[in-house]
């Protein structure tokens, strides 16, 4: 069976007999984001919604001020992504064997559910103003809504900075820059919702630019409250058929039998397996597993846990082969007495 790999980025804890030499593998990766990016853009977010705010007020915009609300979750978001980044650059110590790797996507679900919640609001908001419109200044809007599209083509660009600098897709980054790009399109409807109050006095314009803006927050808060609903749930990711992987491990050689094959995600971009694994009798079990977890690496799972062990010898087998075998399926019995989903077998001729 061989031993579960160290999570990357994290020390190997070391556990091991000492009367072996330990042939580990050190992944020496950094961290997952560069945090001085983040904080840059943050700055630069709270720092154009404070101004925002009084604009929205003066200019009596809806539209302004849902893009200011937007901007405090933008804020609020890339903060979380600060410390959650701290956080699960932690070494896994204690219970927690991974470590607070998934920090991470707790940050992405708050910033989901948190997108769909104001989104609702506004929305509601929104229907209020077009069933009794508000007189707009059209021209202060028009100006703060170009200013926000240009301070959040900077932001956007500083987050895809920092997502350049870390080592592995993190939907914790990936949930703040959802938060910059949707504000960023909310602030092209609202430019184009104060044009068309320059030109035709329509104040209905701003509730309608804000029920688009509406529109992108739930769009973005739903895709990251499934994305991270799914690794909370252990489900196989995205674009990985388990049942194809199965009958690819299946088909490897002198592979008689894979199941209890679970495949998940410890976090965004970190994709595990384990399994169970039977050889025909006689074949090098350690052989075996070295090129499965050689398969699972060209799939993209680098962390693997393989139990192998020989299949039953059929009758007639040689004495020893027979006895080895049974002695190795009678360890593995107590494991597969509830095996959890289907079994792969090689195809038959």
């Known amino acids: 069976m061989s031993r579960p790999a160290p999570v990357a980025g994290h020390q190997d804890p070391g556990y091991r007999n000492p009367g072996h030499p330990h042939l580990g593998h050190a992944h020496g990766l950094g961290q997952d984001a560069d945090g001085r990016w983040l904080a840059a853009a943050g700055v630069l977010i709270v720092a154009f919604m404070a101004g925002e705010v009084v604009a929205g007020v003066a200019a009596h915009s809806l539209a302004l001020l849902s893009d200011a609300a937007h901007m405090l979750t933008d804020a609020a978001s890339i903060a979380l992504a600060l410390v959650t980044t701290k956080i699960a650059a932690r070494p896994p110590r204690g219970g927690y064997t991974y470590g607070l790797r ?12 948190t997108l769909v919640v104001l989104g609702l609001w506004l929305g509601y908001e929104a229907i209020r103003r077009l069933i009794a419109p508000q007189p707009v200044t059209g021209a202060l809007m028009l100006g703060v809504a170009l200013g926000g599209v240009c301070v959040n083509l900077v932001a956007a660009w500083m ?6 600098a870390g080592t592995r897709r993190s939907l914790n980054v990936e949930g703040a820059s959802a938060h910059i790009m949707t504000d960023m399109y909310a602030f092209a409807a609202t430019a184009a919702a104060a044009v068309v109050v320059l030109g035709t006095g329509f104040d209905r314009a701003d509730p309608i630019a804000t029920l688009i803006v ?7 808060g739903g895709g990251l409250v499934r994305a991270s609903g799914r690794i909370f749930l252990e489900a196989a990711p995205a674009g990985l058929d388990p049942a194809a992987l199965g009958a690819a491990m299946a088909a490897r050689p002198h592979v008689a039998e894979v199941h209890d094959l679970h495949v998940w995600e410890i976090t965004s971009g970190m994709p595990a397996a384990s399994a169970h694994v039977l050889v025909a009798p006689g074949e090098d079990c350690h052989a075996v597993r070295a090129d499965l977890e050689a398969l699972l690496i060209k799939h993209g799972i680098t962390h693997a846990t393989l139990q192998v062990d020989h299949a039953p010898a059929p009758d007639g087998a040689p004495a020893a082969d027979a ?3 049974t002695a190795a399926d009678s360890a593995g019995q107590a494991h597969c007495e509830d095996s959890h989903g289907p079994s792969y077998r090689p195809a038959q001729p």
């Not at 998934?102 to 559910?113: C, P």
């Not at 987050?159 to 350049?164: D, G, V, Y």
């Not at 509406?214 to 973005?220: E, K, R």
């Open 102 to 113: 998934r920090m991470e996507i707790l940050s992405a679900q708050a910033n989901g559910i």
């Open 159 to 164: 987050l895809a900075r920092s997502r350049r």
């Open 214 to 220: 509406v529109g992108l927050m739930l769009y973005a």
């Open 323 to 325: 006895a080895a075998a």
